[in-house]
């Protein structure tokens, strides 16, 4: 590199709405906890970084709430889990922090809606990813899980349906599915319930990566809309790299490079992007 480097930032980036509000209420945890630990489902965000931080706080991970006793603080993720943890928590006397993102609970709503309504449940989603656990939990029975048009086009005949999107879905394939969907089942009622948030910040990084020689994607490896911004730029020939924290870039990357491009996925803290930002303060003025 022989020039300086020009740096990017989108204008939406660290935390999201939901995961601050998740964070202030487990920080009000804490606060309540009294030095006793306090317990989460599984990570309350994906980000490594956070949750080492969490840790050493005092926030452990439980599998189950079985291993809780009355009185211990127990927090719901910004994803949601399914009911049966809660109602378990409930008979058990624990002091439950919910964190459930409000759009995430619209979308639990959503989906008891349609089970009182007698449709079939379709979930346009990771089955995997904890939102789409927990939603399948509101539903009375088992829902259908799909998240390509191949999975779309093996579903089985069905009269009457409706739609629920992982928030953190793309757009441009859940309408592809949508729109197959509607082809297929004589009464589908659909809910977009895709995040404006995420949208908002896949908008604004393909704007700044399109504009850039490089574009590096801040977050954990493994939060899906972190993976989802990089997949955006590398599917459109953009080059991109998703890193997790400053250690790992690499001064070599920047050979040849005279902007680059920064974005970090919602569950990203602001202090790991600000380290990556001097390091690459540091890799221009050492050109
Ligand atoms: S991405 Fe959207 S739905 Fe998910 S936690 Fe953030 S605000 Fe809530």
Same mark, same amino acid.
Do not use: M, N, W, Y
């Given at each position: 590199m022989n020039t300086e480097l020009e740096i990017l930032v989108s204008p939406y980036t660290g935390y999201c /709405? =939901? @995961?601050k509000r998740a964070m202030s209420l487990l920080e009000e945890g804490l606060a309540r906890s009294r030095g006793m630990p306090v317990y989460t489902a599984g990570d309350i965000i994906h980000n490594p970084q956070a949750i080492e931080r969490l840790e050493s706080r005092g926030v452990e991970k439980v599998a189950s709430v079985d291993k809780l006793s009355e009185g211990d603080t127990f927090v719901i993720r910004a994803h949601g889990v399914h009911p049966r943890i809660i109602e378990n928590a409930e008979r058990k006397n624990i002091d439950i922090i919910d964190t459930t993102c409000p /759009? @995430? +609970?619209?979308s639990q709503d959503y989906v008891k809606l349609l089970s009182a =309504? +007698?449709? &079939?449940? #379709?979930?346009? =989603? &990771?089955?995997d990813h904890p939102e789409?656990? %927990? $939603?399948? =939990?509101? !539903? %009375?029975?088992?829902?259908r899980i799909i998240k390509s048009m191949e999975e779309a086009e093996r579903l089985p005949e069905l009269e009457r349906a409706g739609v629920i #999107?992982?928030?953190? /879905?793309? !757009?441009?394939?859940s309408e592809s599915i949508v729109e197959e969907l509607n082809k297929r089942i004589p009464d589908l009622k659909v809910f977009n319930t895709i995040c404006k948030a995420t949208v908002k910040r896949r908008k604004a990084t393909m704007d700044i990566a399109r504009n850039v020689d490089l574009m590096l994607v801040v977050g954990g490896k493994g939060s899906s809309n972190t993976r989802r911004l990089h997949y955006m730029c590398r599917d459109r020939n953009i080059m991109s790299r998703h890193i997790e924290t400053a250690d790992e870039i690499d001064e070599s990357w920047f050979r040849d490079?005279?902007?680059?491009? $920064?974005t970090t996925g919602t569950s990203t803290p602001d202090w790991v992007l600000t380290e990556v930002k001097k390091k690459l303060h540091r890799i221009s003025e050492d050109c």
């Open positions: /709405f =939901g @995961v /759009f @995430v +609970k619209r =309504g +007698k449709r &079939d449940i #379709i979930i346009i =989603g &990771d089955r789409v656990k %927990g $939603l399948s =939990g509101h !539903a %009375g029975r088992k829902p #999107i992982q928030t953190t /879905f793309s !757009a441009r394939e490079i005279r902007r680059v491009g $920064l």
